[in-house]
């Protein structure tokens, strides 16, 4: 079923408008190219609603911010809702200061969000944030919720997990805590509207519904900068390309699933393409190799990456 | 005619200040290092017209424009004018957003430039969009701009032709449609004094009297982010070593063409360049190469292109 | 006496917040993740010094410097002093432009560097500059530092050396003046309580009372851009691995040097690691690699470089 959402993006070529963070801004735009995909960057609130209005797709990512950015993340958002465009959500840092998470659940509160892409720490630390603002629809769906956290930072006050960018020792998704990360996704999927992607060594991605356990890429990707936010980006292309009908594309594509996972299997594509490439760019490396070059041949390696490689490599399960 | 061109910026080693965008500041830093110039980047006004004081060529790219850059832009241009040192306008994503065309304008306004390079929608949107600005000197110029640009779009809104930052497929300069382009290039370069560089698969250059159309270049350089922005940078260094002594330079140069053709010449040195470390580096690709190995072998392209393979090499003729 | 301190490094994985500049961010991103240390870049004064309050090391680097960063730079500076870890400035371009001088001179009045890396033209105009704020100890320390500087720049003003973010020619560290380098930096050192750091074909380290001077590294990494910055973030890296127990370590650390030298030989570990990586990254470029390869067979070196290797490598000698 992956195949067709490739050859959407590299069909398509769907125009993605990225309010990125600066340190991997230029690895998003590559990202974005390699795939087919044309990427435009702009992110000044005089302008961030109208560019927004002429993409396919938005990706909006705080890995940098600043207070001067906000704004212009809420107009692009907005128009973008308006539109019906999809929209991405990286809440890099979310957790580490209040200035991020604050703002993070300010985006969540004013834009609705096709898909938040991030990993355990930020995810969790959203979620705990956004839970008055976003209230659990049912007191037995509260519970839950609570209780899958607490296990997962048993002893801890939930604030001190979240660490940083990287995800925190405590937050790590294994075999045994794995159906509670599961039960986390959906519920905030439910809560959020949103496709939830929660980034690991095992990816997890799930509407209110279904979730899926991707088990692509490579551990070494984690000493690359940025290729969670490139993901994003490219989770955007995907969205973009085969959720709504692109603007002016003379026929509506005949999409394989279901209305109500129009959304989800694009997220979950994404996810697989990037985990295939990463595997990929790995096997490629030399001994003198290191991180600086495997940077290079992932972005390469979706360059080259075949829609029926794609349906061949990924690794995933329905859960 | 290209050798000493390029062998000027290896031998004086001109200083480049970039108030440029944050996806490619990174490449337009190395790709001048790797040229022989010298890269400054400085973006608060607070000190831009200051800086631009202590180099030898100006080049201002407003692909991530923001509110606060413009009047450091401003400043730079006005002292590089002052000054008399070149300076190079990348109009990026003109006619995208109200925003930057409106700055665009601003910018041609109140600086002169030694040159503009970008893709046709830029070109044609800066153009329209500042035709009242700068008038044409007669009224036979009009009529022809004019018709130039409605056969290129028939039957469309002129704003709706330039869409983001990529060429909009009805500006394609195609081997049909070069003589409106040219005609066009020339005049726009009539009408603000500077060089203008139209970058496509055919590239046209011109200032108000010769134009050049320039075949050098791969179709996959589009899919490398930032190597427009990466010409424009060494395009202000073709011109800081070429078209004024330096600053402390012992002798004046013996210049190999005359004084009209100090700007064109260069600017089109630098395309070739560009095109012929394009070509080169696609050359190199193996067969697991994308898009981000091309975007450091172009840089490496340029670091090892001598001035006897440009000369060579280059693909040109005078129209 | 190197190999532990990078051994600490890929062992504590400092975590380092990188208040940046745009142009080198995602290189000193990625070199730091290649060394073992964990980067997360935050600018927004609303963040910095919360950030910086849950990292080891904190880098300073004023190389895209802007009027809105200032106050974020002095709060994360503030904090990390507080907290007592290690603070690194990289005073890219002072003496360039009077924004630049004048703000580096307030950070170093504001904040208690561990240490400043520098070129030489950098590390003289902020002398320069500061010494009336950090005024020298004794009459005679003040005669031989002007003495040191007017034979190194002679007959010109000392501002006139400065030029722009590549060493003046006139500051150019020699085999014949290396002792009044070598005397700049001690005394440099004692009036700020900082390690002083000078790059150039020859490098420097010094504290008040010793000097070392390294002779690794290549020419060709100075066509590279950012080489500098990516080495300011591997020294607060070094520097927060080996100099204080980081937080949450349950042993401390037998460090083999003694206490007054814990901050002086981290940093000279770093240079000669950064130095090392930059001859061996050398030493893989074939015959069309240029810069921009070698950019990234740096860090490809960093991540692979052993302790061993670096014990062995390393070329110094204590002066």
Known sequence: MWKDLLENVRKRA??????????????CANILLACGASPIMAMDEAETAQITSICDGLTINIGTLSRATIPAMLASGK????????????????????????????????????????????LRALSAASADALEPRTRSERKERTEGRSEICPGTAEDSCASGVDVSALDRVTEDNLDHWLSFVKDFAGRTGAVIALAGSTDLVADEDTALVIRNGHPMMSRVTGTGCQLSALTAAFLAANQTPLKGAEENHNYPVQVSSRSLLPVAAAICAMGVCGERAQKRLTGLDGNATYRNYIIDAVYHLTPEELETEAKYEMR
Chains 1, 2, 3 share one sequence.
């Open 79 to 122: 128009r973008a809702n308006e539109l019906g465009i999809p929209v991405v959500l990286d809440p890099v840092g979310t957790g580490a200061s209040d200035f991020r998470t604050e703002s993070a659940v300010r985006l969540l509160e004013k834009i609705r969000f096709t898909a938040i892409r991030g990993n355990a720490s930020e």
């Open 14 to 27: 769907p125009r993605i408008h990225c309010i990125s963070n600066y340190v991997s801004m230029n690895d």
